[in-house]
């Protein structure tokens, strides 16, 4: 019965040093993996075996030893860090981001390691190459569909599209109601011919600028049977004037409070060509109802158009639910789509591929995707990495207990084969 006893203290001290081993190969792991971005620590579970028959007393039964039931990984938050990069994001909350292998296979994997950067054709990826999935949206930001199989890869376009021409323009100014009459006849090159003028950056077809200069000349002060100040203006783009109705020029009438009467409506030119090289175009310009003529000097008070040229990528921005918006040289504003974000009801059934990923599998449950920030779903910090959730104070701590518990296991084979040593040398 000695031998028996020992045969099994034996196992069952092997059953320990292997869940011991085990434990410090997790521990190790989660310290190696201190500083790797989106990492989550493991934790080991343990079981005790029992060995007995149906016919053995209960209040008699010796157990077997352990064994490793689980190595679940703890999907606590980790820390977040800031980074310079708008394309480093990071999930403040539940939720995982979703990222598809660029092969035939075309395999979705899961991540919390937000560091994406951007490939030589511009989509953007994570560090195994695999494209950041978007949720298509309309042009003012809404998502279409948050099926994971209608989600699209994050690519950012290098310009804006093509070119629009200038159509309306939009001006507002205050003129100097203390201006001086002018008579002579109009000419850009003689100063003498008009009071001020401004100029803006108009658009041709082809998206070449044309500098446009407004000039102004007070024609006219009130009198009793013209209550009204007159004004001229001028429009020359290049070495051309525009011409409304075949007239250069049109006029501009202010009250005694230097609110303008007319024109009350955007005044249209002839159509001309530019000469750029760009199609014949046809503007209209609108003084609007901020244009004064009240003391003070000239002054601009706003200038807009509605041409621009091809615009090169400027930024990129993430808005916290995920809105991925760009900006161009042009002043457009594009917006790409709504980063995808998915959540698992057993994340601890998830996968591990590697570099803080996983893929889905059956204990997992399906992923259930969404818009950031919505259902559950944590909010999307740009600019940001969350970092392991491994605390080295702890994993140290632990790793002392674990070693221990080898040498304790380790200790119990020592004993056991001491002692069937002495019974074995029993004369």
């Given at each position: 019965?000695?031998?028996?006893?020992?045969?099994?203290?034996?196992?069952?001290?092997?059953?320990?040093?292997n869940?011991a081993?085990?434990?410090?190969?997790?521990?190790?792991?989660?310290?190696?993996?201190?500083?790797?971005?989106?990492?989550?620590?493991?934790?080991?579970?343990?079981?005790?075996?029992?060995?007995?028959?149906?016919?053995?007393?209960?209040?008699?039964i010796v157990?077997?030893?352990?064994?490793?039931?689980?190595?679940?990984?703890?999907?606590?938050?980790?820390?977040?860090?800031t980074?310079?990069?708008?394309?480093?994001?990071?999930?403040?909350?539940?939720?995982f981001?979703?990222?598809k292998?660029?092969?035939?296979d075309?395999?979705?994997?899961?991540?919390?390691?937000?560091?994406?950067?951007?490939?030589?054709?511009?989509?953007?990826?994570?560090?195994?190459?695999?494209?950041?999935?978007?949720?298509?949206?309309?042009?003012?930001?809404?998502?279409?569909?948050?099926?994971?199989?209608?989600?699209?890869?994050?690519?950012?376009?290098?310009?804006?599209?093509?070119?629009?021409?200038?159509?309306?323009?939009?001006?507002?100014?205050?003129?100097?109601?203390?201006?001086?009459?002018?008579?002579?006849?109009?000419?850009?090159?003689?100063?003498?011919?008009?009071?001020?003028?401004?100029?803006?950056?108009?658009?041709?077809?082809?998206?070449?600028?044309?500098?446009?200069?407004v000039?102004?000349?007070?024609t006219?002060?009130?009198?009793?049977?013209?209550?009204?100040?007159?004004?001229?203006?001028?429009?020359?783009?290049?070495?051309?004037?525009?011409?409304?109705?075949?007239?250069?020029g049109?006029?501009?009438?202010?009250d005694?409070?230097?609110?303008?009467t007319?024109?009350?409506?955007?005044?249209?030119?002839?159509?001309?060509?530019?000469?750029?090289?760009?199609?014949?175009?046809?503007?209209?310009?609108?003084?609007?109802?901020?244009?004064?003529?009240?003391?003070?000097?000239?002054?601009v008070?706003?200038?807009?158009?509605?041409?621009?040229?091809?615009?090169?990528?400027?930024?990129v921005?993430?808005?916290?639910?995920?809105?991925?918006?760009?900006?161009?040289?042009?002043?457009i504003?594009?917006?790409?789509?709504?980063?995808?974000?998915?959540?698992?009801?057993?994340?601890?059934?998830?996968?591990?591929?590697?570099?803080?990923?996983?893929?889905s599998?059956?204990?997992?449950?399906?992923?259930?995707?969404?818009?950031?920030?919505?259902?559950?779903?944590?909010?999307?910090?740009?600019?940001?990495?969350?970092?392991?959730?491994?605390?080295?104070?702890?994993?140290?701590?632990?790793?002392?207990?674990?070693?221990?518990?080898f040498?304790?296991?380790?200790k119990?084979?020592?004993?056991?084969?001491?002692?069937?040593?002495?019974?074995?040398?029993?004369?």
């Amino acid at each position: 019965m000695a031998q028996k006893g020992s045969s099994m203290s034996f196992f069952t001290a092997l059953t320990g040093l292997n869940a011991a081993q085990t434990e410090l190969s997790t521990i190790s792991n989660n310290i190696a993996n201190a500083a790797t971005n989106g990492f989550k620590k493991s934790r080991v579970a343990f079981g005790d075996i029992i060995t007995a028959s149906p016919l053995q007393d209960p209040s008699r039964i010796v157990g077997s030893g352990t064994s490793v039931r689980s190595i679940a990984q703890q999907f606590s938050q980790g820390a977040i860090a800031t980074s310079d990069s708008a394309l480093d994001l990071a999930i403040s909350g539940q939720g995982f981001f979703a990222v598809k292998s660029p092969g035939g296979d075309g395999q979705v994997a899961f991540t919390r390691s937000g560091a994406f950067s951007v490939t030589a054709d511009r989509y953007v990826v994570d560090g195994d190459g695999r494209r950041v999935q978007v949720y298509p949206t309309t042009p003012d930001g809404s998502v279409l569909t948050n099926a994971l199989g209608s989600t699209q890869n994050l690519k950012l376009p290098l310009t804006s599209g093509a070119p629009l021409a200038t159509s309306a323009i939009k001006l507002a100014v205050n003129l100097s109601s203390t201006a001086p009459v002018t008579t002579a006849a109009f000419n850009a090159n003689d100063s003498t011919t008009y009071s001020s003028a401004t100029s803006i950056t108009l658009y041709d077809s082809l998206g070449n600028p044309m500098a446009a200069t407004v000039y102004y000349a007070k024609t006219a002060l009130p009198t009793v049977a013209d209550p009204l100040n007159h004004w001229k203006a001028h429009v020359v783009i290049g070495a051309t004037e525009l011409q409304v109705s075949g007239t250069a020029g049109f006029n501009l009438s202010f009250d005694s409070t230097g609110t303008l009467t007319s024109p009350t409506t955007p005044t249209a030119f002839d159509s001309f060509t530019p000469a750029t090289g760009g199609n014949a175009m046809s503007l209209t310009l609108d003084h609007g109802t901020a244009t004064t003529q009240q003391a003070g000097p000239f002054a601009v008070i706003s200038a807009t158009q509605d041409g621009y040229t091809t615009g090169r990528l400027a930024s990129v921005a993430v808005d916290g639910d995920g809105t991925v918006r760009t900006s161009f040289t042009n002043g457009i504003v594009q917006i790409l789509g709504k980063i995808a974000v998915a959540q698992f009801s057993n994340p601890q059934g998830l996968k591990q591929i590697g570099n803080a990923t996983y893929v889905s599998t059956p204990e997992a449950g399906a992923p259930v995707t969404g818009e950031a920030g919505t259902n559950g779903l944590g909010g999307i910090l740009s600019g940001s990495i969350e970092k392991s959730n491994v605390d080295l104070t702890e994993e140290l701590v632990a790793l002392i207990v674990a070693q221990r518990n080898f040498q304790a296991n380790a200790k119990t084979i020592d004993t056991t084969s001491t002692l069937l040593s002495t019974i074995i040398n029993i004369r």
